[in-house]
Each structure stands twice: as C-alpha cells, then as structure tokens.
C-alpha cells in the first residue's frame, strides 16, 4: 500500500517555541493531505486541509495563524505549531489521498506526539 | 448533524469471533472506511465499503447497508495483537472522513 511518513515522530519543546512536522507521500502523488490532532482516548479532530498549491481549509475553531500549514509539493506538507503551549501537546497526525490506489482512501502517516514543556 | 454511533468497548476471547457495529449519519456519503488503531499509533487502514453488502479480507470482513446508514466489522480467528480500537469513518459529500471516538477491542486468553 502507499506509504505516508512523518517527522519527527516525536518531539519536546519548551512553551513559546515554534515547531514544523513534515509530511511526506513516499510512493505516490497526494492531491489532498490532512492534518489531524488526537487528546487521549478522544477521537482523530480534523484540523485542516490543504491541496497542493493551494490555501489550507481550516476546521472551524483551529487557528490559522497558530498552525500553519504549507503544501508545497505533491509529496510534502508541513505543519508548523507556531508558540507553542503545554495545552498544545498532543498526537499530531498527517493523512494523504491521491490519484493512485485506493481512490478516496487516506493513508495516514505514524503520527509525530508533540510534548510542550 | 453528522455522527458516527460505536460501543465504547468490548471484551472477546482469543479464537473467537466478534462483530463491532457502528451506525452513522452524515452529509451525503462516499463509502465507508474501517480503520485499526493501536495505543499511541495512528490509525491503518482495514477496509473500505461504497456498496451494500460483504467484503472479505482474509480474518476481516466488512458490511455496509446504506439504507439503513450500518456497518460492521468482523473479525474471526481473534489474536491477542487484534487488541486496539477500530474506527468506523464514513465519507461525506466533500470526501471528508468523519470520525467517532472508536471501539476499543479487549482480547483476553
């Protein structure tokens, strides 16, 4: 299947500071990547989408100017958290969808787990 | 509203068999997706329903009846490494994935 990785898997920042994930289709062309958050034991939140090229689709009640997302390529989005906060800690996940296999399907990347000190 | 109705956990024995139902209401549809997801890692994809009926996919099969907005998910042969939660995600008309908090599967020897 299509293979969707993301760095880093997990990192440790202190409150203020700013940090950038990357997301990267390895095998195919993704269209539409799609940037989640995860809180413990709660469901996958949807907080953007973004196609290549163009602006992001925020979800309602995500800061665009907090999370900044850049699609620059067909194969690379990235998320950058900008000052960030201890209530920003959590489970990031990045998913892509393209024109290959599995039509509308998402594959999700590993997730990368953000902790703010 | 859209939303997605899944029970919160359930226990099955190693060997055995068990169904994970889930019901949904959403803006238009454009299939149905199962996902696996294990402790501290995102979700892997198990299937994918678009039509009414079976999809079998060796120890996984899934169905989808569009009528009457149901899925489930069955896994036979159960292994403790089945032990995660399961996702039910249905597609809405913008091909949005909506997202419910997910069965937590318990396999016990």
């Known amino acids: 299947g299509a293979v969707v990785s993301q760095h880093p898997s997990w990192v440790i920042c202190k409150s203020g500071t700013s940090v950038k994930i990357e997301c990267r289709s390895l095998d195919f062309q993704a269209t539409t990547m799609f940037w989640y958050r995860q809180f413990p034991k709660q469901s996958l939140m949807l907080m953007a989408t973004?196609?290549?090229?163009?602006?992001?689709?925020?979800e309602q009640g995500v800061e665009k100017d907090k999370f900044l997302i850049n699609h620059a390529s067909l194969t690379l989005s990235t998320l950058t958290v900008t000052s960030a906060h201890p209530e920003d800690s959590s489970f990031y996940i990045c998913s892509a969808s393209g024109s290959a296999e599995g039509g509308n399907e998402q594959f999700f990347g590993p997730g990368t787990r953000l902790t703010v000190l | 509203g859209q939303n997605i109705d899944q029970p919160t956990e359930m226990t099955a024995t190693e060997g055995a068999i068990v169904q994970i139902n889930c019901t949904y209401q959403t803006s238009g549809f454009n299939g149905l997706f199962w996902y696996q997801q294990h402790a501290g890692e995102a979700p892997t994809f198990l299937s994918y329903?678009?039509l009414d009926g079976l999809e079998e996919k060796g120890r996984f099969s899934s169905f989808l009846s569009r009528s009457k907005g149901y899925s489930y998910l069955l896994l036979k042969e159960l292994q403790m490494k089945d032990s995660a939660s399961y996702l039910c995600?249905?597609?809405?008309?913008?091909?949005?994935?909506?997202w419910g908090a997910g069965t937590k599967l318990i396999i016990k020897p």
């Open positions: 329903n678009v």
């Open positions: 995600a249905p597609q809405d008309s913008n091909y949005q994935l909506i």
């Open positions: 973004s196609n290549e090229g163009s602006k992001a689709t925020y």
